[in-house]
C-alpha cells in the first residue's frame, strides 16, 4: 500500500465514521496494519498539511482583522 | 463504582506502555484533526460569505484555531518520533483536549444554527477518530475488557 492509498484508506475510514458506522465495525477495519515506513510517510504529509493549516489561518486572521478594525 | 471502571478503561491506554497498533492509530486521528481543521476553515469562510457568520465571529473561530493548529504540528513531531512501548505522546493528549476546549468555548457559542451545526460535525469526526485511537488502545492492553465496552452488554 501507498502513502497515497494509506491516505485515502483514512479517508474512507473517516467517512465512514461520520456516517454513524458502529466502532467496533471500524475498529475490524483497523486491523488492516501498515507498515512502519507507510505511517510514517503518512505522518511526514500530515506535518506539511499542519504548516499548510497554519499559514491559511495566520492569512485569514489578517484579513478579517482588516475588516473588524476597518 | 461503573463510572470509576470506566474512568480507568480510558485513562489506563494513556499512561501504560502502548504496543504496535498505536502508532497507525494515532497517525489515523492525527490525520482526522487535520482533515476537521481544514473543514473547519473552509465552513468559516462559505458562512462568513453566506451572512451567517459575522467578520468579528469568524475572526474569534480563528483565533481558537490557532493552539489547535500549533498542538497539531507538535503532536504530529512527536508521533513522528514515537516507538512501541513508549506511553502516548502527551501533545496527543493536548490536542484531543483543544478540539474539545475549541468545541465548548467556541463553537457551541455561534448563535447562527447552520453555522454552528456544520461546525459541530467537523469536530465531532475528529473526536470520533479518538474515540477509535482510545478504544484500540485499550483492545491491546486489556483485551477481555474490550468487548464490554465497546458492545455496551456486560
Redesign the interface.
Known sequence: MTAEEA?KW??V??SL??LGVP??K??VA?KT??T?EQ??E???K??L???A??Q??DT??AE??A??MG | MKRRLILLLILVPLVADCGPKTKPILAKFDATALTAVQEIARIEREQTTAGNLMPAQALTVRYALKPVIAFGQSATDALIAWQPGQPVPPEMLKLAAELGTFLETVVLKIPNEKARLALVIAVAVAQQAWQVAIITMQSEQQPELTPALVGGAA
Open positions: 491516505l483514512v479517508s475510514v473517516n465514521a461520520s466502532i467496533a471500524l475498529i483497523l496494519m501498515l512502519d505511517v510514517q503518512v505522518l511526514l500530515v506535518r498539511g499542519w504548516v493549516a497554519q491559511e489561518n485569514r486572521i478579517l482583522e475588516i473588524v
